[in-house]
């Protein structure tokens, strides 16, 4: 199956010239209509018979919304995408005051194995394409009023690890980044990695400015190695090291993402030894608590030790700040909503 919303407007309608022979302006109309989200049978000012003939080889929306769950709590939005093989990937719109941001994936399923995460615990399933990425936030972008953008920003913070499918999530960037498609810039979009040193590096060297985030959840090697295996690869200073190299070519700050894990990562200790870390560096670090996943035994860090351990980054002289947790009745943490969809299809 080829995948329309893979490519830019120029590879579309070369594409589309050269396998269908299309003209150029009609290229441009289907381009626009991809854009919109929307499938071959509302593309209306398009021929019944090249619709027909698409049909048959390609596939217009990579990512189609199945499920819409909306938040009783906050409004918070959360979404099952069907791709065209059948599997499902989630996404999370969250509603700020500066705009809306969309959380979307990038893998079905994972491989890092983090231990508090719902994504990994069947394993990777497989890659998702550059444009089943963008697809997601074309589908979503599609709900709002057509005159102004509904998606403002762009977190990669749903399932997978956006570094174990690097060229894809590259090429997806410069795809929603790109002026003639539908142009977020990359100042609004987030990475979050689990630490991958080496492809960090790599990312730091083609200077792209987007805000990059490391998944830490705990300064020590030997107890980050009990809830993320990635460890076990790259040790805590490898990985910020790797975060230091990317704000010295980008310029852009760091973001370090620290869920409390009661009784796991929540002492003094930590907080001293994260600052110690951390040190010298531009960094904000957003403090959430654990949103326990049903199948692992790991509970939620309490509100007074949530709040204490804040005060002790305060003191220590880190920047941090406490991450709302919004979403919890929807199911809101990474990958807890294709589990929920996939153990029980019907009575969903
Ligand atoms: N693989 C990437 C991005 C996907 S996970 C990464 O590791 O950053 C996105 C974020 O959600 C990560 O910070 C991850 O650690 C966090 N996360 C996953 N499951 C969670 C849960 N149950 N509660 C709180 N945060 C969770």
Redesign the pocket.
């Known amino acids: 199956m080829i995948l329309l919303q893979d490519m830019s407007q120029t590879e579309l309608s070369d594409f589309l010239t050269a396998e269908f022979n299309v003209k150029p302006f009609v290229a441009k109309q289907i381009f626009d209509w991809l854009l919109k989200g929307a499938d071959f049978d509302s593309m209306t000012n398009i021929s019944k018979s090249l619709r027909e003939q698409l049909k048959h080889d390609c596939v217009a929306v990579s990512a189609k919304i199945v499920r819409t769950l909306t938040s009783q709590i906050d409004g918070t939005q959360k979404f099952l995408f069907e791709l065209f093989d059948g599997n499902v990937v989630e996404g999370v719109l969250m509603s700020y005051k500066y705009g809306n941001t969309l959380c979307v994936s990038t893998q079905v399923g994972?491989r890092?194995g983090?231990k508090?995460?719902?994504s990994t615990l069947n394993g990777l399933v497989r890659n998702l394409s550059a444009g089943e990425i963008l697809s997601q936030v074309l589908s979503v972008n599609a709900l709002g009023n057509s005159r102004e953008r509904f998606v403002n920003n762009i977190v990669l913070?749903?399932s997978?690890?956006?570094l174990d499918n690097f060229d894809n999530v590259i090429k997806f960037l410069r795809l929603v980044s790109d002026s003639r498609g539908i142009n977020i810039s990359l100042r609004n979009i987030s990475l979050?990695?689990?630490g991958l040193a080496p492809k960090i590096r790599e990312l730091a060297d083609m200077g792209l400015p987007i805000n990059l985030?490391l998944?830490l959840?705990n300064p020590d090697n030997e107890e980050r190695k009990q809830i993320m295996p990635v460890s076990n690869a790259y040790s805590v200073e490898e990985s910020v090291a790797a975060c230091r190299y990317f704000f010295e070519k980008t310029g852009r700050r760091i973001y370090v993402?620290y869920?409390l894990i009661d009784s796991q990562n929540d002492s003094y200790a930590h907080a001293l030894k994260l600052a110690s870390l951390l040190k010298g560096m531009s960094v904000h670090v957003n403090v959430?608590a654990?949103?326990p996943?049903k199948e692992t035994r790991l509970k939620s860090t309490s509100e007074r030790v949530v709040k204490q351990f804040l005060l002790y980054l305060d003191k220590l002289g880190v920047s941090a700040t406490r991450r709302r947790t919004i979403g919890q009745d929807i199911e809101g943490?990474?990958g807890q909503l294709r589990r929920r969809y996939l153990e029980n299809k019907n009575g969903f």
Do not use: D, Q
Request: glycine share 8%; aromatic share 4%.
């Open positions: 994972c890092m983090c508090f995460c719902a913070m749903g997978g690890e956006p979050s990695t689990c985030t998944s959840h993402e869920t959430i654990l949103n996943v943490a990474c």
